[in-house]
């Protein structure tokens, strides 16, 4: 018996319609006679492409409501491998 060779277009299909179905990937499978570990390498593959990057938010400290106008600030980031970031406020 040869295994059935699909497109991902036919995969995606697939997926779609055992998200509907409200069966088990195991049921949904054995019913449309496809390969478990098939689908689920397909299956992974087609909703990892489809999320969207994350990216964590970035943060912006404001410095001056930490302290009064008029005062001085001086902060030194240790980035390892002896590098440091001075920053300050003059």
Same mark, same amino acid.
């Given at each position: 018996?040869?295994?059935? #060779? #699909?497109?991902?277009? %036919? =995969? %995606?299909? +697939?997926?779609?319609? =055992?998200?509907? !179905?409200g069966? $088990?990937?195991? %049921?949904?499978?054995?019913?449309?006679?496809?390969?478990?570990?098939?689908?689920?390498? =397909?299956?992974?593959? +087609? @909703?990892? $492409? $489809?999320?969207?990057? #994350? %990216?964590?938010?970035?943060?912006? @400290?404001?410095? !001056?409501?930490?302290?009064?106008?008029?005062?001085? =600030?001086? @902060?030194?980031?240790?980035?390892?491998?002896?590098?440091?970031?001075?920053?300050?406020? $003059?």
């Amino acid at each position: 018996m040869n295994p059935t #060779r #699909r497109t991902p277009a %036919q =995969w %995606q299909s +697939l997926v779609a319609q =055992w998200q509907q !179905s409200g069966q $088990s990937a195991t %049921q949904f499978c054995k019913d449309n006679d496809i390969g478990y570990a098939s689908f689920c390498n =397909w299956r992974k593959q +087609l @909703i990892e $492409s $489809s999320e969207p990057e #994350r %990216q964590a938010p970035s943060q912006f @400290i404001d410095l !001056s409501a930490l302290q009064p106008q008029g005062h001085q =600030w001086h @902060i030194v980031l240790s980035l390892g491998n002896g590098v440091e970031l001075t920053l300050s406020q $003059s």
